[in-house]
């Protein structure tokens, strides 16, 4: 049985309801020691093939079967032990963490095994010598050319010791001289008895290799042996475990440190943003709240007067008044605490004092709706009193209107009397304010 086996291997993806096969059928065995190559062009399924053997991908059909052990009824949590203790990856872009040393990028691999600090210092030490960048531990990802950063994350790959080495166009951004160094180590890890697997367009990368694989349009066209694979190695996976809570802070502190000056211009226009959105947010509700005073200083927000809707042709009294059944149906809303009747007449009125007369527009009952801190002088009206505007008084007494206040004026109402014929009726009141 070989170590690592994919049976009938299918995978599409899906435009709506278009599919578009990206695998068709794929029948593979891979041996520990052996240097494969995943050779094809672009849109030929070996980065999809790759996912798949690496547990990045889930959603396909078929079988991956390691060791005798199929993959596909693992659960997450054991796919996630099988990427961090079975696989290592190696990325075209590197993927290395900016702001952390050479030494510290490999460590992050070494935090997730049960290695204790100094058995971890260790390790990365030995694998940073092992590709040839002992004296560079202490650099930043930043300071490194192309090929040093492939090394770094070919040792980060190493750190927890897997037995397959997954590796995505290698090369791809790396000069030919910096592209053999790597490809001998990659061929010294499949000599130490490791899996190696190299997705390619590279023929020359693909020669390097013991084995090469051409995907064409998502089957395989050709499977050749180059040469015998190596010697298998013993399997020396470390155990490992997530990422521990104290390393992410860790890390994420690092992160802070490194970009500090950064960090404190984006706390400082944070900090800006905010308290320009809070200035906003008290001057809208300090405008508001003016607003609000403003209006319920002239009129009670918690009285309202409602009329019926009467046409101007109606004549008939009766039903231009409100109704008992009208006032009960008011009584019963929510929150209502009580209903007062009162009258209104728009258009027809007129004030008389003397010689002086007034016409106004509208004339009603006083009721809550009138706040009586606008009435400036005098009170509010009684039983035969009236309460006029300012602008109403200003017409009868043009030069003393808080004069007017006390003295009696007639009210004269124009209106309809049962025979539809026109009457004028009159009252006299007492100022009162």
Known sequence: MAYLELHDIKKSYYLGSEEFPVLKGLNLSFEQGEFVSILGESGGGKTTLMNIIGGLDSNYTGDVVLNGNSLRHDTNKQLDAYRRQTIGFIFQNFNLISHLTVLQNVMVSLEMTTLS??????????????????????????????????????????????????????????????????????????TDGKLVITVTHSQTVADFGTRIVRLTDGKISEDKKIKEPYKAGNENELT???????????????????????????????????????????LGNGVQGYI????????????????????????????????????????????????????????GSQLRLGKQT?????????????????????????????????EIAAKLNKKHPYSLIGKKITFYQNTLNKQKRPVTLSKTLKVSG
Do not use: C, W
């Open 117 to 190: 600090r100094k058995q971890q210092e260790e390790r990365a030490h030995q694998l940073l010598e092992q590709v040839g960048l002992k004296e560079h531990v202490k650099k930043f990802p930043n300071q490194l050319s192309g090929g040093q950063k492939q090394r770094v994350a070919i040792a980060r790959a190493l750190a927890s010791d897997p037995e397959i080495i997954i590796a995505d166009e290698p090369t791809g951004a790396l000069d030919s001289q910096n592209t053999q160094e790597i490809l001998e180590l990659l061929d010294q890890i499949a």
């Open 292 to 347: 609000n005073h403003e209006i319920y200083s002239q009129v009670n927000p918690n009285a309202l007067q409602i009329t019926k809707n009467v046409s101007s042709d109606n004549t008939d009294v009766n039903k231009s008044n409100m109704q008992t059944k009208d006032k009960n149906r008011l009584e019963k809303i929510k929150h209502v605490k009580n209903v007062q009747n009162g009258f209104y007449v728009q258009g």
């Open 240 to 282: 490992t475990h997530t990422l521990k809570f104290g390393a992410t802070l860790k890390m994420a502190l690092e992160n802070m440190r490194y970009n500090l000056k950064r960090n404190i211009l984006i706390i400082i226009g944070a900090a800006i943003g905010i308290f320009s959105v809070i200035v906003m947010l008290g």
């Open 358 to 390: 007034a016409a106004i527009s509208f004339m009603q009952t006083f009721n809550p709706t009138i706040l009586k801190k606008s009435i400036t002088r005098g009170d509010a009206p009684k039983g035969n009193e009236i309460l006029l505007t300012k």
